[in-house]
């Protein structure tokens, strides 16, 4: 079945140092969804991105949606405590409501 | 609080008994999904409805569990017969259908915690 692959499992930085994570669909898909998850905490929205090759900016925080359609990516500038917590991408195919979602990244700030 | 609402938020069952969770949504919201998450991985999509209607329920979901929304707002998951494998954070979302246009952001409620013994 559809699968979306997300990387780093995890990624250690220090304050101030730049966040990436990556997701890749076996399938096009329809749209890709972004949510922050605290810990303890539930999802939270982030972004959506629906147009090819599509770009989006919130503050620090950069969101890619491939040519393909089938892969993503988030990045954060200069992260900061605040940034703490893990982060999801959550495909869409055309054919069916469900969210398909990658295991997730956490961002760890070192002390 | 106007957010998605759950309850209870933990629950501790012994293997082979039944249990059932509450979701309230955002009132304005017609669509409603259940998840279920385990530690360090993703959201696994259980069910989703639009309205009363059930419209989509994983494939990957045994018999034992059942999900209602009988009047199209808050709704039910039950799981009969648990076993230790049932154990997991039970999430529900909710979100606005648009006749057309992207697929709508969804607000995810505290979750229920389960855990079997």
């Known amino acids: 079945g559809q699968q979306v692959m997300q990387i780093p499992q995890y990624q250690h930085v220090q304050e101030g140092e730049d966040f990436t994570t990556y997701c890749n669909s076996s399938t096009t898909l329809s749209n890709i969804q972004w949510y922050k998850q605290r810990p303890g905490g539930h999802p939270v929205f982030l972004i959506q991105?629906?147009?090819s090759g599509e770009v989006k900016k919130q503050k620090r925080l950069t969101f890619q949606f491939g040519e393909a359609k089938k892969n993503s990516s988030l990045h954060i500038t200069a992260t900061q405590t605040t940034d703490v917590g893990t982060y999801f991408c959550?495909?869409?195919?055309?054919?069916?409501?469900?969210?398909?979602w990658g295991a997730g990244t956490k961002l760890i700030i070192k002390p | 609080d106007t957010g998605v609402s759950q309850d209870p938020r933990h629950k501790i069952t012994k293997r082979g008994q039944n249990v059932t969770f509450r979701c309230d949504p955002i009132s304005e919201h017609n669509r409603l999904y259940w998840y279920r998450q385990t530690l360090g991985q993703g959201p696994e999509f259980l069910t989703y409805f639009q309205n009363e209607a059930q419209l989509e329920k994983s494939r990957l979901l045994s018999d034992r569990f059942s999900a209602e929304r009988p009047k199209g707002s808050f709704s039910t998951l039950e799981i009969q017969r648990t076993e230790q494998g049932d154990s997991a954070m039970y999430l529900c979302?909710?979100?606005?259908?648009?006749?057309?246009?992207?697929?709508?952001?969804?607000?995810f409620g505290p979750g229920t915690r389960l855990t079997v013994l």
């Open positions: 991105l629906v147009k």
């Open positions: 959550a495909g869409l195919r055309n054919s069916n409501y469900q969210l398909i």
């Open positions: 979302a909710s979100s606005v259908a648009r006749a057309s246009g992207p697929y709508n952001e969804q607000f």
